[in-house]
T-cell receptor, first 114, second 110 residues
Framework: GEEVAQTPKHLVRGEGQKAKLYCAPI?????VFWYQQVLKNEFKFLIS????????ETGMPKERFSAKCLPNSPCSLEIQATKLEDSAVYFC????????????FGPGTRLTVT | ELKVEQNPLFLSMQEGKNYTIYCNYS?????LYWYRQDPGKSLESLFV???NGAVKQEGRLMASLDTKARLSTLHITAAVHDLSATYFC??????????WGAGTKLIIKP
């Protein structure tokens, strides 16, 4: 597609429950990035993929967060045992070649942990 | 560690005035991006700056990059209400992840 698609738009989970977010990158883009935006506008990088391979996972809290990008499927970001501090908007972005191209952002998934 | 400082964080201005948002970063990078975010919305790409001295203009917005000073500016000319939004600068690190400024919330009053 011509836009990055993210589902769901909103997700509410009780503390300790699992949350799974999905992202379909723009067709032809081989890089996918996940960012977390918390209430004070602060953006935090989580993980990136080049095709189905993890490219950079330095931002991932590995104990509870995991992500995948499998061929012919949307990419996913999963949070096991959510905590209140996981409440944020999670943005996915894709890029054809991030060395010179911009990252195109999806509409985001707002996760609320209660 | 790459850090990005953006200022001001909040800017209220009158329509028709000019102003500049500044973005400083701490280590070498050759990729700087400006994005716009409206409340509750996603990020809209405004400019991609890839070389020292790069200057790009779109309507009332102009962005520039000085890699030696590690400084980018976003200049607003004759502001109009429609430009009210939060503006972010972001710097690309060696692994392509974006390191973000804190954002400048811009309010333009009629």
């Amino acid at each position: 597609g011509e836009e990055v698609a993210q589902t769901p738009k909103h997700l509410v989970r009780g503390e300790g429950q699992k949350a799974k977010l999905y992202c379909a990158p723009i067709k032809g883009h081989s890089y996918v990035f996940w960012y977390q935006q918390v209430l004070k506008n602060e953006f935090k990088f989580l993980i990136s993929f080049q095709n189905e391979n993890v490219f950079d996972e330095t931002g991932m809290p590995k104990e509870r967060f995991s992500a995948k990008c499998l061929p012919n499927s949307p990419c996913s970001l999963e949070i096991q045992a959510t905590k209140l501090e996981d409440s944020a908007v999670y943005f996915c972005a894709s890029s054809q070649s991030p060395s010179w191209d911009e990252q195109y952002f999806g509409p985001g998934t707002r996760l609320t942990v209660t | 560690e790459l850090k990005v400082e953006q200022n001001p964080l909040f800017l209220s201005m009158q329509e028709g005035k000019n102003y500049t948002i500044y973005c400083n970063y701490s280590t070498t990078s050759d990729r700087l991006y400006w994005y716009r975010q409206d409340p509750g919305k996603s990020l809209e790409s405004l400019f991609v700056l890839l070389s020292n001295g790069a200057v790009k203009q779109e309507g009332r917005l102009m962005a520039s990059l000085d890699t030696k000073a590690r400084l980018s500016t976003l200049h607003i000319t004759a502001a109009v209400h429609d430009l009210s939004a939060t503006y972010f600068c972001a710097v690309g690190d060696s692994n392509y992840q974006l390191i973000w400024g804190a954002g400048t919330k811009l309010i333009i009053k009629p």
